[in-house]
């Protein structure tokens, strides 16, 4: 039985995945920096062994490493807010090199290149906004510390693949949704705000800028893409997306149709400067015929079945 260690195993993405490894019969570990709160499991996902640990801690990792000797390993532990990162450029910087770079000293410090497989999930925002549609080749101009360290962290890992024979993969995620997401983000934001909004609990949706457009997959499609990027015999990068670009107005106008609100867009939505990200991306497409071509993957649940899927999850709530 293959043993799989998923670090971040308290996010949205590490939620998912370590279930989706247990149900394919791993023996899973999680990883987070804090004990998790697991009891409310509105998905019922399968739960992996937890341990508490802090992955920018050196020895801490690689005396786990070498205890549990994993054969594949998932960092999913870091930073993921794009608007914080504004706010604390330097532990945001921290969260997300500083773990992958403890991560591939161990595997090469240990002399375990060729018995273990890392993923690293990259990040779209690498990219900066672009109308283009974005693969692996396409050039990279981060435009938050986020962006920026993300960027640090896939060429850290560039690096040890070419130079030290580290197995680790990424996947260049784009924008992936799940019933899992906090408000902090903003398209579970607003599916829960138009809810709250048709249940006569709130009377406005409050955002920075509406001229956004992302492409946006269900975390639950992505979760898989990962799984087979790390199960190939050559490691690599691959761009994980829809292939589609939507923007907040879509999400909105889908919504509201949904849920029957009959209210005019202009009394719905409030747009409030302050809200607004210093250096905002426009728009980001993702072109995944790489990962479309080569390994068969490809986003299966579409944009509608993603609004649905929140939609009925935040009702459930009420």
């Not at 370590?18 to 509105?42: H, I, Q």
């Not at 403890?102 to 060729?114: A, C, P, Q, W």
């Not at 995620?173 to 607003?190: A, D, G, P, Y």
């Amino acid at each position: 039985m293959k043993r799989a260690l998923v670090l971040g195993a308290t996010g949205q993405d590490g939620q998912l995945l370590s279930n989706f490894l247990s149900k394919s019969g791993y023996t899973v570990f999680g990883v987070s920096r804090n004990n998790p709160d697991w009891s409310e499991n509105p998905l019922k996902l399968d739960r992996p062994t937890h341990i508490k640990l802090d992955i920018t801690r050196y020895q801490e990792l690689s005396s786990l490493i070498e205890a549990i000797k994993p054969q594949e390993i998932y960092n999913l532990s870091a930073s993921s807010s794009v608007s914080s990162s504004f706010s604390d450029p330097v532990g945001t910087t921290s969260s997300n090199v500083l773990g992958i770079l403890n991560l591939l000293n161990s595997i090469k410090n240990f002399k375990l290149e060729k018995a273990v497989k890392i993923f690293h999930p990259s990040s779209s925002d690498m990219f900066g906004s672009s109308n283009l549609q974005l693969n692996e080749n396409s050039p990279m101009f981060p435009r938050s510390p986020y962006g920026v360290a993300k960027l640090t962290a896939h060429q850290i890992c560039v690096q040890y693949r070419n130079e030290f024979g580290v197995q680790v993969s990424t996947g260049i995620l784009f924008n992936h949704e799940s019933e899992l997401r906090s408000t902090q983000f903003v398209f579970q934001k607003i599916i829960h705000s138009l809810v709250e909004i048709s249940l006569g609990r709130r009377k406005s949706l409050e955002l920075g800028n509406l001229n956004i457009y992302r492409d946006w997959g269900y975390a639950g499609d992505y979760i898989q893409a990962i799984h087979t990027i790390l199960q190939q015999t050559k490691p690599s990068d691959y761009v994980v997306a829809t292939g589609n670009s939507h923007s907040l107005v879509e999400i909105i106008i889908q919504s509201c149709q949904k849920l029957s609100l009959k209210k005019d867009f202009e009394s719905l939505v409030h747009i409030d400067p302050l809200l607004s990200r210093p250096l905002d991306i426009e728009r980001t497409w993702g072109d995944p015929s790489r990962i479309n071509s080569e390994l068969g993957w490809r986003s299966t649940t579409s944009f509608e079945e993603l609004i649905d899927k929140m939609i009925k999850f935040n009702l459930s709530k009420f």
